[in-house]
């Protein structure tokens, strides 16, 4: 029926705003003024910062970040138009190879090239492997031969060759569904390991 009222489909979904592709325009988040000016004044301080969203479900905290993302992509920060969907099930390693595809695939879609070879192809044959593992429902670990100090350095290079490339100021990286991990040792499993990777001084993650 909402055809009637000149609405595409229901108004009074729950799913969060996204920067590209949502119901409604991310730009029509209302409210939360305050936590949008304080993302925005530490997403300013630049790479090597670390922030944290806290709230309980289905509060709005998915849709506050994209839309302080969202401004601060007009602004000289790179970040991947979707957010980083932690799984229960991934290794430290696994997480930065998602967050490494995500980087690689907005690279494309911005028409940033990467002036490493070696990086290039490095990047292209672990995700052409990914895609491999995604298909069959292969064990990753079985097939991913990478380590985490690998995969970290990986990372380095990729945000070097963007911020060089781009005359970004820094690169933001969101993650979500971090309530979904199940017990408190799943934390500590996937995040102990990754002090090195969340130290990169040209990346803001939240």
Wanted: glycine share 6%.
């Amino acid at each position: 029926i909402w055809h009637r009222y000149n609405l595409k489909q229901n108004p009074y979904f729950t799913e969060p705003l996204t920067i590209e592709g949502s119901i409604v325009p991310i730009e029509t988040l209302v409210g939360r003024d305050k936590e949008k000016k304080e993302i925005t004044i530490n997403i300013s301080l630049g790479g090597g910062t670390r922030l944290l969203v806290i709230g309980e479900a289905g509060v709005g905290k998915t849709s506050l970040v994209n839309f302080v993302r969202a401004r601060a992509r007009k602004n000289l920060f790179f970040s991947p138009i979707n957010e980083i969907k932690v799984q229960d099930d991934w290794t430290p390693t696994l997480l930065v190879i998602d967050v490494l595809q995500n980087i690689y695939n907005e690279t494309k879609s911005h028409g940033i090239q990467i002036q490493n070879k070696n990086l290039l192809k490095t990047l292209e044959d672990l995700f052409e492997l990914s895609r491999i593992v995604e298909a069959d429902d292969i064990n990753p670990e079985a097939v991913l031969s990478i380590s985490l100090s690998q995969a970290t350095r990986l990372y380095e290079d990729l945000v070097r060759e963007i911020i060089n490339a781009g005359g970004y100021k820094a690169i933001i990286i969101h993650f979500n569904n971090l309530d979904n991990l199940d017990e408190a040792e799943n934390y500590d499993k996937l995040f102990n390991n990754l002090r090195d990777f969340f130290q990169n001084k040209y990346s803001i993650f939240i």
